[in-house]
């Protein structure tokens, strides 16, 4: 991997939090704060878990097979971006009463969405270690970590959902998972036929 | 009249300094040379407003200018808060004309200074109350709808009152997007329009109303939520049908004709139970009718609320 490469996604992937801590400071988050910080990590969350789906496919167009050693990263950030978009929900719209999320969750399918898809990314973030993987087994780790397949798309309905009538911004998000998750079918057919060469990969990788 | 008169905070704690003074120099501008008489005739009404006419609750505090006037919903100026106040340069409200049409016993366009001329204005701090579950507290300036339906002499016919917003995609950017059918329409029934609270509003904080806010006509209804009040109006049209209205045509099972402010029916996708107050970070409670339910409530006596929610 080129040495710069992973500061840089660190840098960019950190760049949405400084900046809410920032604006937090500043008292520049706008006139509904709770709001603005729904929208920043929210939207934050969706871009890491596409940037996290976005490596092998990348990988098998490019052969730089350096790019899987970004995606515990990236995948930690998309888990680390949802709890805090969970946590303003959870403290600000529900002054953290166990009864209330509760009810909201069973009773609008727009919260019970968001709320699987962050407890599907628990197991994902707490297996991330090679110790995990190690102790998983690759096969098993990786079969675990196909959860992505559902949380994505559980994201995009959330987003769907949330949003009163312009659904401009859950579409394209829908698309690029649609791309992505479709990628993997690409090419996933083709490797039925004998001869195919398994990609070298140190770690599991689905 | 219904409206009751809780007593008077001290001034003080209704009108932050800076806008005390800046409501004063527009007052003062009004007052220089011949050119501010056009000026005041585009302002209809906004000199009587020494006579204010309060309606607040204990604990409201005014949201601060700057909330109310770049945090809006207006979609024909684009679907985020701050869209209309950056969009809203493009809308010209002078000349501006209404069109009165339908049951009523003189049908006439009418340029909007003669419309509205006749009416003191008042200055009405009201809660504001969006369906997506944020609300402000609002000076409103303007005079109550009642009073000009009276002008217009409805005929008996007239069940209903339809306000239709100005369809200009060159004006109005966000029209050119498909996110709603153009142009906007709202409608209320007949008692409602006619109800004391009911507002035709064109100033907000002793100001002309801003652009973004629904310049130079806008109804303001406190007790339902915001989408009700039209804005930017073209066109007012007396009927015996219930009018189909912008919102309720583009999602029937979210959005009611009634759209009464209500914590007892939640949208489907959402709760109405609490409301975010600009401003504050938690939650309040949401009130029936936003607050006004006594001097509304009577106006659904025997409805199920439920159904025409």
Same mark, same amino acid.
């Given at each position: 991997?080129?040495? #710069?490469?992973?500061?840089?996604?660190? #840098?960019?992937?950190?760049?949405?939090?400084?900046?809410?801590?920032?604006?937090?400071?500043?008292?520049?988050?706008?006139?509904?704060?709770?709001?603005?910080?729904?929208?920043?990590?929210?939207?934050?969350? &969706?871009?890491? &878990?596409?940037?996290?789906?976005?490596?092998?496919?990348?990988?098998?167009?490019?052969?730089?097979?350096? %790019?899987?050693?970004?995606?515990?990263?990236?995948?930690?950030?998309?888990?680390?971006?949802?709890?805090?978009?969970?946590?303003?929900?959870?403290?600000?719209?529900?002054?953290?009463?166990?009864?209330?999320?509760?009810?909201?969750?069973?009773?609008?399918?727009?919260?019970?969405?968001?709320?699987?898809?962050?407890?599907?990314?628990?197991? &994902?973030?707490?297996?991330?270690?090679?110790?995990?993987?190690?102790?998983?087994?690759?096969?098993?780790?990786?079969? %675990?970590?196909?959860?992505?397949?559902?949380?994505?798309?559980?994201?995009?309905?959330?987003?769907?959902? #949330?949003?009163?009538?312009?659904?401009?911004?859950?579409?394209?998000?829908?698309?690029?998972?649609?791309?992505?998750?479709?990628?993997?079918? #690409?090419?996933?057919?083709?490797?039925?036929?004998?001869?195919?060469?398994?990609?070298?990969?140190?770690?599991?990788?689905? | 009249?219904?409206?009751?008169?809780?007593?008077?905070?001290?001034?003080?704690?209704?009108?932050?300094?800076?806008?005390?003074?800046?409501?004063?120099?527009?007052?003062?501008?009004?007052?220089?040379?011949?050119?501010?008489?056009?000026?005041?005739?585009?302002?209809?009404?906004?000199?009587?407003?020494? /006579?204010?006419? @309060?309606?607040?609750?204990? !604990?409201?505090?005014? =949201?601060?200018?700057?909330?109310?006037?770049?945090?809006?919903?207006?979609?024909? $100026?684009? =679907?985020?808060?701050?869209?209309?106040?950056?969009?809203?340069?493009?809308?010209?409200?002078? +000349?501006? /004309?209404?069109?009165?049409?339908?049951?009523?016993? @003189?049908?006439?366009?009418?340029?909007?200074? !003669?419309?509205?001329?006749?009416?003191?204005?008042?200055? *009405?701090?009201?809660?504001?109350?969006?369906?997506?579950?944020?609300?402000?507290?609002?000076?409103?300036?303007?005079?109550?709808?009642?009073?000009?339906?009276?002008?217009?002499?409805?005929?008996? @016919?007239?069940?209903?009152?339809?306000? =239709?917003?100005?369809?200009?995609?060159?004006?109005?950017?966000?029209?050119?997007?498909?996110?709603?059918?153009? +142009?906007?329409?709202?409608?209320?029934?007949? !008692?409602?329009?006619?109800? +004391?609270? =009911?507002?035709?509003? /064109?100033?907000?904080?002793?100001? +002309?109303?801003?652009?973004?806010?629904?310049?130079?006509?806008?109804?303001?209804?406190?007790?339902?939520?915001?989408?009700?009040?039209?804005?930017?109006?073209?066109?007012?049209?007396?009927?015996?049908?219930?009018?189909?209205?912008?919102?309720?045509?583009?999602?029937? !099972?979210?959005?009611? $004709?009634?759209?009464?402010?209500?914590?007892?029916?939640?949208?489907?996708?959402?709760?109405?139970?609490?409301?975010?107050?600009?401003?504050?970070? $938690?939650? *309040?409670?949401?009130?029936?009718?936003?607050?006004?339910?006594?001097?509304?409530?009577?106006?659904?006596?025997?409805?199920?609320?439920?159904?025409?929610?």
């Amino acid at each position: 991997m080129p040495p #710069a490469v992973k500061p840089a996604v660190f #840098a960019a992937a950190i760049a949405p939090f400084g900046w809410l801590l920032y604006a937090a400071f500043f008292g520049d988050l706008g006139t509904d704060p709770v709001e603005t910080i729904a929208q920043v990590t929210g939207t934050s969350a &969706l871009v890491c &878990l596409a940037a996290t789906l976005s490596i092998t496919p990348l990988r098998r167009l490019t052969g730089w097979n350096w %790019l899987i050693r970004l995606r515990r990263m990236v995948g930690l950030f998309a888990f680390f971006y949802a709890l805090l978009h969970a946590l303003d929900f959870f403290v600000f719209d529900h002054s953290l009463s166990v009864a209330s999320i509760l009810e909201d969750v069973i009773e609008h399918p727009w919260v019970l969405f968001g709320f699987t898809a962050l407890l599907l990314l628990v197991p &994902l973030a707490v297996t991330s270690t090679n110790g995990w993987v190690r102790r998983l087994g690759g096969r098993r780790w990786q079969r %675990l970590h196909r959860l992505i397949y559902l949380i994505a798309p559980l994201a995009t309905a959330h987003y769907f959902l #949330a949003v009163k009538r312009d659904v401009t911004w859950p579409t394209v998000f829908a698309l690029i998972f649609g791309v992505l998750l479709m990628a993997r079918l #690409a090419y996933r057919v083709p490797s039925r036929a004998p001869g195919r060469r398994p990609l070298p990969s140190a770690e599991a990788e689905s | 009249m219904l409206i009751r008169r809780p007593p008077e905070p001290p001034a003080r704690e209704i009108t932050d300094e800076q806008l005390f003074w800046n409501r004063r120099r527009f007052l003062g501008a009004l007052g220089q040379g011949v050119g501010t008489l056009a000026l005041a005739a585009a302002t209809p009404g906004i000199a009587a407003c020494a /006579t204010d006419e @309060k309606l607040v609750q204990g !604990d409201d505090k005014l =949201t601060p200018w700057e909330d109310v006037t770049g945090y809006n919903n207006f979609y024909e $100026f684009g =679907t985020g808060k701050g869209d209309p106040k950056a969009n809203a340069g493009s809308l010209r409200t002078r +000349p501006w /004309t209404v069109a009165v049409e339908g049951e009523v016993a @003189k049908p006439a366009t009418y340029a909007i200074d !003669d419309l509205v001329r006749p009416f003191p204005a008042v200055e *009405r701090i009201y809660r504001h109350r969006c369906v997506e579950g944020w609300s402000m507290v609002v000076p409103w300036m303007g005079f109550p709808l009642g009073d000009l339906v009276r002008r217009l002499e409805p005929t008996s @016919k007239a069940k209903f009152v339809e306000f =239709t917003t100005l369809h200009d995609p060159v004006q109005m950017p966000g029209q050119r997007s498909g996110v709603l059918d153009w +142009p906007y329409v709202e409608a209320l029934r007949l !008692d409602e329009a006619m109800h +004391p609270l =009911t507002l035709v509003v /064109t100033g907000v904080y002793g100001r +002309p109303l801003p652009n973004q806010n629904g310049a130079p006509l806008r109804i303001v209804i406190p007790w339902k939520y915001g989408f009700k009040g039209g804005k930017s109006i073209v066109r007012i049209r007396f009927t015996e049908r219930q009018p189909a209205t912008t919102w309720n045509v583009a999602a029937p !099972d979210e959005y009611g $004709f009634y759209a009464n402010v209500n914590p007892e029916v939640d949208h489907p996708r959402w709760s109405q139970a609490r409301e975010r107050r600009v401003g504050e970070l $938690f939650r *309040r409670k949401t009130l029936p009718f936003n607050g006004y339910a006594a001097e509304v409530a009577s106006l659904y006596a025997g409805m199920d609320l439920r159904v025409h929610y």
